[in-house]
């Protein structure tokens, strides 16, 4: 069973940039695809980024593409989601998942993300 754990969200302004964290727990974590979506206020949750066992394949939805970036460190068992350039339209609850397959699960708690614009 992998456990996930979103941190780095806040507060910040138009323009400015983040990065989140998502740290997993488990010996296996390495051998997944994991994935990065986020939920803002009355909308649908939607895909943000996913990236491979390796790091060596990554997939960015191209609202955000150029401006977000992923990456991974399987030595710290983390996968960081680098966000820069924000812009109000960004904020959301941002949550991390394992992918099973065409599926995924053991979502984290999320991390709020609010631009101020």
């Known amino acids: 069973q992998v456990q996930l754990v979103e941190s780095g969200g806040g507060l910040v302004q138009a323009g400015d940039s983040l990065r989140l964290s998502c740290a997993a727990s488990?010996?296996?974590?390495?051998?997944?695809?994991i994935g990065w979506f986020r939920q803002a206020p009355g909308k649908e949750r939607e895909f943000i980024a996913h990236?491979?066992?390796?790091?060596?394949?990554?997939d960015i939805e191209d609202s955000v593409k150029g401006r977000f970036t992923i990456s991974r460190d399987n030595a710290k068992n983390t996968v960081y989601l680098q966000m820069n350039s924000l812009k109000a339209e960004d904020t959301a609850v941002y949550y991390c998942?394992?992918?099973?397959?065409?599926?995924?699960?053991?979502w984290g708690q999320g991390t709020q993300v609010t631009v101020s614009s």
């Open positions: 998942a394992r992918r099973i397959g065409s599926r995924y699960d053991s």
């Open positions: 990236i491979n066992w390796s790091g060596s394949n990554t």
């Open positions: 488990g010996r296996t974590f390495s051998s997944y695809t």
